[in-house]
């Protein structure tokens, strides 16, 4: 396929999914190969539940819509009995959940680092939360008698690149504690069936943690001891499993290609960040962060009816949120937000303030403390920065959480 073909094929992959979801917008996509749509304005983030209309899309290869009943997942690895999993056994031998999840892009606020990284140039848009229901994993790997000290389950999506030379395929994998604890083979959204975007008929969802991780279009599961690594997973039938859980999604330095590793034991992000046994963080669960809903940026606002109100959303990947604060004076000062609304772990807060204006031009900006007290940082700092309070640049454009980046210009008249 020529690189014009495959762009008006990704063009056309994207004004499809324009049309199906009217709350969202397609992002500026200087990387070839992403399908990228994002929240259309920050009312999204004023509400609790993200409509589907309004849900952010993300995937590296063309969108895949097979028949559910043809569909199956192979479950194989480090168990007593293999098997073929078709729709019908997934939906109907096991108990069915919902979970409440807020999915994020490790991209998400990519836009905000200087120097600009390559890759899609996400603002705030990336970020969305659902109901997902489906069929525990614990419950699938008990009945399969898999092995579960200490091991990974690594899940395969059936898309595939259709670039001449690209031989990667779509993998991740998740340590067995986190599977076992709340991941689900998810195959509804919001109480309908998923639409092809956001992996019909079968997705992996991992509650909490970057969207990366919840591989769409679930064909295979594999319960090993390593995650993906080494020549068994590099060369796989001449396929690639491992570039974006051992290269892509790491958070490293300018210039670094990250050392492939067979095991790891910090999970966390933000401990993997800390930590002395990782050097390059994979992204798993996502980092404290907030964004404001309402009012909308730009908006001109009137001070005669009484006081304005500030709503937003709050989150930390599997950890909850403790304090929102939120500034009318672009970071200087700071007052308590109060959180409302649903409360459920691996899903956003909303939160709201009750804000009294003078006339004129306010820079709003919320910030968030998870339970572990990690709080925010102000701002991103550049590579060769070293500056305490502040989010460190990655080639990538990975994890980002500061808040500054994310205030809003309000007039007040
Ligand atoms: N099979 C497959 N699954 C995938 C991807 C992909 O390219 N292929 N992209 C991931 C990324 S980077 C994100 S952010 C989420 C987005 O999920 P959504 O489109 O349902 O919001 O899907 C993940 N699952
Ligand atoms: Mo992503």
């Not at 990519?110 to 848009?125: C, I, M």
């Not at 995650?227 to 051992?246: C, F, L, P, S």
């Not at 309402?294 to 005669?304: I, K, R, V, W, Y």
């Not at 500034?327 to 409360?343: K, M, R, V, Y």
């Amino acid at each position: 396929m020529s690189n014009t073909e495959r762009g008006e094929n990704r063009r056309r992959e994207i004004d499809e999914i324009l049309e199906r979801k009217p709350g969202t917008e397609a992002v500026t996509d200087l990387a070839d190969r992403y399908r990228v749509v994002g929240a259309a304005d920050r009312g999204t983030y004023a509400n609790w539940l993200t409509p589907v209309e309004e849900h952010y899309v993300c995937h590296r290869n063309g969108t895949l819509d097979p028949a559910a009943e043809e569909w199956t997942v192979e479950l194989g690895g480090a168990l007593e009995r293999e098997a073929e999993l078709g729709m019908a056994a997934i939906r109907d031998e096991y108990p069915t959940v919902a979970v409440a999840h807020t999915m994020e892009c490790a991209g998400n606020g990519r836009g905000y680092f200087e120097p600009e990284t390559g890759s899609v140039q996400w603002e705030y848009g990336a970020v969305s939360t659902a109901f997902w229901t489906g069929t525990p994993l614990r419950s699938v790997l008990a009945d399969h008698g898999a092995t579960t000290d200490d091991t990974w389950l690594t899940a395969v999506g059936g898309d595939r690149p259709e670039v001449d030379g690209e031989n990667d395929r779509f993998a991740r994998s998740i340590p067995m504690e986190k599977v076992l604890e709340d991941c689900i083979l998810a195959y509804e959204v919001n109480g309908e069936p998923l639409p092809p975007e956001h992996g019909h008929p079968v997705r992996l969802l991992v509650p909490g943690w970057y969207g990366v991780n919840s591989v769409k279009w679930v064909t295979e599961l594999r319960v090993t001891e390593t995650m993906v690594h080494g020549e068994a997973w590099t060369d796989r039938d001449g396929e690639d499993y491992t570039r974006w859980q051992q290269s892509s999604y790491r958070i490293h330095p300018e210039g670094v290609d990250p050392e492939s590793n067979a095991t790891i034991s910090t999970f966390d992000t933000w401990d993997q960040l800390e930590s002395d046994e990782i050097d390059h963080p994979y992204t798993f669960d996502e980092n404290v962060k907030s964004t404001i809903g309402s009012p909308e940026a730009g908006a001109t606002l009137s001070s005669d009816e009484g006081p304005i109100e500030v709503v937003g959303v709050a989150w930390a990947g599997d950890d909850a949120v403790t304090t929102v604060e939120v500034s009318t004076d672009g970071g200087e000062s700071w007052a308590e937000g109060e959180c409302f609304g649903p409360d459920y772990d691996c899903a956003w807060r909303l939160f709201r303030y009750e804000w009294e204006p003078t006339p004129g031009t306010h820079r709003l900006v919320s910030r968030a403390t998870d339970e572990r007290g990690r709080r925010q940082p102000v701002r991103i700092v550049g590579p060769d920065e070293d500056a305490a309070d502040a989010y460190p640049w990655n080639e990538g454009g990975y994890a980002e959480n500061a808040c500054l980046p994310h205030a809003i210009e309000v007039t007040v008249e």
